[in-house]
């Protein structure tokens, strides 16, 4: 298994931007699927983001236009870029990874996202 560390989250104005970023490490990162998750107060965890090992992205519709995931093999992170926030996206974004060889399953921490004038 792998372990995740989030970080980049804090405190941003309606139509700002923030860049998230996943730091992994312990095994073949390149082997793996690479997801941004976020559960907002009071609701249910949703699927923001995923990256496959082939650096194929999908995002939930919410986002798309807005926000972009990208993988870098050679450091092992995979960042969250977010523009044009709005307070609907307030949440802890958290991040997970798959193993496409084995399908073990890891998650990082959290880290809050927090959209607001």
């Known amino acids: 298994q792998v372990q995740l560390v989030e970080s980049g989250g804090g405190l941003v104005q309606p139509g700002g931007s923030l860049r998230l970023s996943c730091a992994v490490s312990?095994?073949?990162?390149?082997?793996?699927?690479i997801r941004w998750h976020r559960r907002a107060p009071g609701k249910q965890r949703e699927l923001v983001a995923t990256?496959?090992?082939?650096?194929?992205?999908k995002y939930v519709d919410s986002v798309k236009g807005r926000f972009t995931i990208s993988r870098d093999n050679a450091k092992n992170t995979v960042d969250l870029q977010m523009n044009s926030l709005k307070p609907e996206d307030t949440a802890v974004y958290y991040c997970?990874?798959?193993?496409?060889?084995?399908?073990?399953?890891?998650w990082g921490q959290g880290t809050q996202v927090t959209v607001s004038s």
């Open positions: 312990g095994s073949i990162f390149s082997r793996y699927t």
């Open positions: 997970n990874g798959v193993s496409e060889w084995d399908g073990a399953n890891s």
């Open positions: 990256i496959n090992s082939a650096s194929s992205t």
